[in-house]
């Protein structure tokens, strides 16, 4: 079962709180209050205020950002929040991955060869903006999205997003344009729709050999991501790891001391 790793980090200590499933991710914050309150669900609310912006100003605008150019505010803000398109730029040695940060995360920046846990909405350029996917319709049995989790340069995502979550902070929200040569190659990249009729969609748009033949492929395969890093689940275990070491106490050992606060934690929930 996939798990995540909460942890509370202070100037003079590190502290486990609980090694959860997914489905207990929230109720975890709620039972252990000894545990600081997590801000994801404040950068979820501005995830979801700030994504859900139109993207029809930018989307028929690839080519270099004008600085009188911007995209119309959000439907659920009474505000006009802009988002001018002089505020994209190209991620360096990216191969033309376009980004916009809507949010500056506070964490530390993942490596190649971590395992991050993400949030993200897809869109298809060719198809006006058209969402093939989001993780926030991904709900585990509790109805809480799931994240998407996946290491950081394994070549298994498309080259896009580890380009753009590579320069990211864990907490940061970034909208990124991606290049055909960056984005699906295959069948087989992540992420990948659950839905046959998205995945079918995104695919047939994509890798449509009569328009290819037309000279679209320049265009058709064009994504727009909207990523939020939600977690460096490496640097987590890399931190525990090293406060237990201090301590005298291996991680075998502290493995079997979170595996029984699990169980403790789910014969709670179960008894109300």
């Not at 975890?28 to 205020?49: E, F, G, I, P, Y």
């Not at 890798?207 to 058709?220: H, I, K, V």
């Not at 106490?249 to 179960?270: G, P």
Request: hydrophobic share 35%.
């Amino acid at each position: 079962m996939k798990t995540i790793i909460e942890c509370c980090v202070s100037a003079s200590a590190t502290r486990v709180c609980g090694l959860l499933p997914y489905r207990n991710y929230n109720s975890c914050n709620s039972m252990l209050a000894n545990c600081s309150a997590s801000s994801s669900t404040t950068r979820r609310t501005l995830s979801l205020s700030l994504i859900s912006t139109t993207f029809s100003a930018f989307i028929f605008s690839l080519s270099p950002p004008s600085s009188s150019s911007s995209t119309t505010s959000s439907s659920s803000s009474s505000s006009s929040s802009k988002l001018p398109l002089s505020k994209f730029f190209e991620i360096p040695d990216s191969g033309g991955v376009q980004a916009l940060d809507l949010l500056d995360g506070s964490g530390e920046v993942p490596s190649d060869g971590d395992q991050v846990a993400i949030h993200y909405y897809g869109r298809l350029a060719a198809k006006q903006g058209w969402r093939f996917d989001s993780t926030y319709d991904h709900k585990d049995d509790n109805g809480e999205p799931n994240p998407f989790v996946f290491v950081l340069g394994s070549g298994k995502v498309i080259a896009g997003i580890d380009v753009a979550v590579r320069s990211m902070k864990v907490g940061g929200i970034r909208r990124v344009i991606i290049p055909p040569s960056l984005g699906y190659q295959n069948t087989s990249q992540e992420p990948i729709p659950p839905n046959f009729f998205d995945r079918q969609r995104l695919f047939t748009t994509i890798f449509n050999p009569t328009r290819r033949a037309n000279g679209e492929g320049s265009t058709l395969g064009t994504v727009i991501f909207d990523i939020e890093l939600s977690l460096d689940l490496s640097r987590i275990y890399q931190t525990i790891e090293c406060s237990m070491r201090s301590q005298g106490l291996s991680f075998a050992a502290i493995e079997l001391v979170l595996e029984s606060s699990v169980s403790t934690v789910e014969e709670r929930e179960a008894m109300g």
